[in-house]
């Protein structure tokens, strides 16, 4: 048994096709299969049923797949281990943030994290505050960008709070507030509204600052995204709430201060065991004290 059947029977359980594991793996199919069948015959088990239609796990393979993957993880930690022992930084970094982060100049980071430790591959992964706080206790992703409502704070992990932003309205350049040089909440309550998903921690800031002034809303569109977001807006469906810094990089839409405006604060968090070499050394590139990889 080697790492590299480990490999095969693990691309092959997530892709549930030989000819696609074999391209993932960048071996022709039949090499693939034969060290399959080899690693099969050693364990004395099939590892996964196949038919014309489809290929599963079988029982076996479902409890090889656990240990294949944790060999595998155990092998590339060791890579990355020895290559920090002696001053370089290699492996991955996963990186996962909301759409409207404002904070930090994502793409300019990367940038000089790359020039700086070109041997690290990095993956990016876009998604709701919630969510990303539970992949970064998962393992899954090792730093992480949020937004979260002054009444909330990520648990669970370790972080620092990044910056504090007020939220303005964003409305369609021809719509009556347009030309309003602010507006308040119960004025805006009686907008219909383009928002993020109901008890998203983007949304909640705002549910939460009309329901503190006895107002109701409105929300007539719930996008995940918040750049779409704003194309509804310019269209004239509705107005919304986001957080300044970032409003201010939109175009097609007009900004309005909103005097009783709730506060977004934005995070970032990494696992509280402690960071890899490369989420470390991005983390210092970024001037964050205190993160160092496990020893």
């Not at 669970?156 to 939220?167: F, I, P, S, T, Y």
């Not at 309003?180 to 383009?194: C, H, I, K, M, Y």
């Amino acid at each position: 048994m080697d790492l590299q059947q480990m490999r095969y029977v693990v691309a092959v359980a997530e892709t549930s096709n030989f000819t696609r594991a074999a391209e993932r793996c960048l071996v022709v199919q039949s090499a693939l299969s034969h060290q399959i069948a080899r690693l099969e015959r050693e364990l004395g088990a099939k590892l996964f049923e196949r038919t014309t239609r489809r290929v599963r796990l079988t029982p076996a393979g479902a409890a090889f797949l656990p240990a294949a993957r944790q060999c595998l993880e155990a092998a590339e930690r060791a890579v990355v281990d020895v290559a920090a022992a002696v001053g370089e930084v290699r492996g991955r970094l996963s990186v996962g943030l909301i759409p409207s982060v404002a904070a930090v100049d994502i793409p300019g980071a990367l940038r000089a994290f790359r020039e700086s430790h070109p041997e690290v591959r990095i993956s990016l992964r876009v998604g709701g505050s919630d969510d990303l706080i539970e992949q970064v206790k998962e393992g899954v992703i090792e730093v992480a960008f949020l937004g979260l409502p002054t009444t909330a704070r990520p648990e669970g992990v370790a972080g620092r709070e990044l910056a504090r932003d007020r939220l303005v309205a964003v409305v369609a350049p021809d719509h009556p507030l347009a030309d309003a040089s602010s507006v308040d909440l119960r004025r805006l309550s009686t907008e219909v509204f383009v928002d993020l998903p109901a008890k998203t921690a983007g949304r909640v800031q705002s549910d939460l600052a009309f329901s503190a002034a006895g107002l109701s809303r409105d929300v007539a569109f719930e996008v995940t995204n918040a750049d779409f977001l704003a194309r509804l807006v310019e269209q004239g469906l509705g107005v919304a709430m986001l957080p300044s810094a970032y409003a201010a990089h939109l175009a097609g839409v007009t900004t309005i201060e909103v005097t009783d405006a709730p506060v977004r604060v934005e995070h970032i968090i990494w696992s509280r065991s402690g960071c890899t070499p490369a989420a470390a050394a991005f983390l210092a590139l970024l001037g964050i004290p205190g993160a160092r990889a496990p020893q």
